[in-house]
């Protein structure tokens, strides 16, 4: 053969592996989406879940195996700029394949016409993929000659960039890798290291199964008796730590009785929500036939649920509703969304509460606001005028206010997407005799249609209710309404999409787990400082080294 033709097959040779490389990275990145919430699972499984057939379940070993193949891809890597680029394909496709869903909202509901909906999903994922992809730099500019350090290295990069998208610009951390893990042998860990150190974990896990199945492969560097001590000591590991768990969940806590509860789920179609002739009435008359009904002690109504300011609705229509649960002999609470504030003051997304006895409301204003939907961030007001979003710019409210104290529990709302962030949830738990026994979402994931958005809002409130190991129940318009126990297990739950009242049972937790009480004092510093000082010693070991070229 002539050289020439011999040159010309290599380099096809090259951009056929190129390629396929690309595209097994592609599909790794969406498998890791998929593994947060498998909608094909719905309907399996044990329990509520299993029985209403409505939600997907999180797949733990799929995210350990996919995020294995981009970890496969860094090692075989040549330059710090080869791994970026791989890690930023990776991690495009994972984003995009996780909240895809966000098209719906801007162009279904918003009207944003559907090319600029699908470039703004394509340029935010691309644009948080490039944390990843500055991680998969530093990574292989600091990579250690050894396994071992080559495995903690990519744990402390993944979790560095994990931390990094959950905090940066607001930060947006929906479908972090740790959330595949509220079911499977890592949801022991989420009680003393959360769902970012949990996720690191996984990245440790992914990073070690690649390097071992590619050891074994090529029979080179296999060491057997190491492998066989490495995975004896994970399973020991393992079992002493779901051992504390057990203990620590199973001890005796205060005697209290459980709390009868409604969760009320209009199902109010969001394209007529808010429109005068259509969705308004149907919501303030269902909503206020169920509130005025309701038997239980606790009477739970989503975000919005009431989607016009009190002075909006029609003369004494609060008033009606209020009144059932402010008598002094009353036996019943509710906590209702709704929008308050005026044009002068500013609005707020907001949860008031009745009880009996207490003539003032009680009264939570939504501290973490969604950007665009909920406030209008700087150069982007044009952005927001383009789609039809009402009540689109709110005032924040505080961080860590009190919550509401009723039949011996302290209920503590969070609205729409606060429960993705535990770290701020953390500000309730100072003190076991204030903090939250029991959490409360209020949500409205109708803006996503009939997508994962569902499913994937479930397994975070099952994340935060591990973490802090309290019962968290969720009152949405459209799914999931679910009453979840201090062990992440959905105890009961309604179909999605269908208009009906959940009638549950609630009993609240006292004590504090190991991350409810670090996460309080020092937020997510102590993973932030953890990871920096793996890459210190990597760095302090690389620096006599040659560095590799860019």
Not at 115 to 135: D, G, H, Q, T, W
Not at 393 to 401: E, P
Request: aromatic content about 12%; proline content about 6%; glycine content about 10%.
């Amino acid at each position: 053969m002539p050289l020439s033709s011999s040159s010309a097959f290599s380099q096809d040779g090259r951009r056929m592996g190129r390629f396929a490389q690309g595209m097994l990275l592609l599909v790794a990145g969406a498998a890791q989406a998929l593994s947060l919430a498998w909608p094909w699972a719905r309907g399996q499984g044990d329990g509520p879940l299993s029985l209403i057939g409505g939600y997907g379940r999180p797949l733990w070993w799929l995210q350990i195996l996919s995020l294995a193949v981009l970890a496969r891809a860094l090692q075989t890597a040549q330059r710090p700029a080869q791994a970026a680029g791989r890690a930023m394909l990776f991690a495009t496709a994972w984003l995009v394949a996780t909240f895809w869903w966000l098209f719906i909202s801007m162009h279904v509901y918003g009207g944003l016409p559907a090319p600029l909906a699908v470039a703004a999903v394509l340029a935010l994922a691309a644009f948080l993929s490039s944390y990843y992809a500055v991680a998969a730099w530093g990574w292989q500019r600091l990579r250690p000659a050894g396994a071992a350090g080559g495995a903690l290295l990519f744990s402390a990069v993944w979790l560095l960039a994990e931390l990094a998208r959950g905090w940066l610009w607001t930060g947006f951390p929906w479908g972090a890798g740790g959330y595949a893990h509220v079911e499977g042998p890592l949801s022991v860990l989420p009680r003393w290291i959360g769902v970012y150190g949990t996720g690191a974990v996984a990245a440790w896990l992914a990073y070690g199964l690649s390097y071992g199945l590619a050891a074994l492969l090529d029979r080179q560097g296999l060491r057997p008796v190491r492998l066989v001590a490495t995975a004896v000591a994970l399973v020991l590991a393992w079992g002493g730590l779901w051992w504390l768990r057990d203990a620590a969940i199973n001890a005796p806590s205060a005697e209290r009785p459980a709390l009868s509860v409604a969760l009320l789920q209009g199902n109010i179609p969001q394209d007529e929500k808010f429109e005068a002739g259509s969705g308004i009435p149907l919501a303030l008359g269902w909503y206020g036939r169920e509130l005025r009904a309701a038997t239980a002690q606790l009477v739970v109504a989503p975000e919005t649920a009431v989607p016009l300011l009190p002075q909006q609705l029609p003369e004494e229509y609060l008033d009606l509703l209020r009144e059932p649960y402010l008598k002094k002999d009353g036996r019943q609470a509710a906590l209702l969304g709704i929008p308050l504030g005026s044009e002068e003051a500013g609005y707020t997304n907001s949860v008031v509460g009745w009880q009996p006895g207490q003539i003032q409301d009680y009264q939570y204003d939504k501290h973490h606001l969604v950007p665009f939907g909920e406030f209008i961030p700087p150069l982007f007001r044009w952005f927001t005028q383009m789609m039809n979003i009402p009540l689109g710019d709110f005032n924040r409210g505080a961080l860590g206010q009190p919550s509401m104290a009723w039949a011996g529990e302290r209920l503590s709302p969070n609205i729409c997407y606060e429960d993705l962030f535990g770290e701020e949830l953390g500000a309730h738990f100072g003190n076991a005799a204030t903090a939250p026994t029991v959490l409360v979402n209020f949500s409205n994931i109708g803006w996503f249609g009939d997508s994962v958005a569902i499913d994937q809002h479930l397994a975070i409130s099952r994340m935060r209710a591990l973490e802090f190991e309290r019962p968290m129940l969720r009152a949405t318009n459209t799914g999931a309404t679910v009453a979840i126990d201090h062990r992440g297990v959905v105890t009961q739950a309604l179909v999605p999409y269908e208009r009906a009242v959940l009638q549950a049972s609630v009993q609240g937790r006292e004590a504090l787990t190991p991350f409810a009480r670090w996460v309080h004092a020092a937020g997510l510093v102590p993973l932030c400082l953890a990871a920096l000082a793996v890459l210190a010693v990597a760095w302090i070991r690389r620096r006599k080294r040659p560095v590799q070229g860019l």
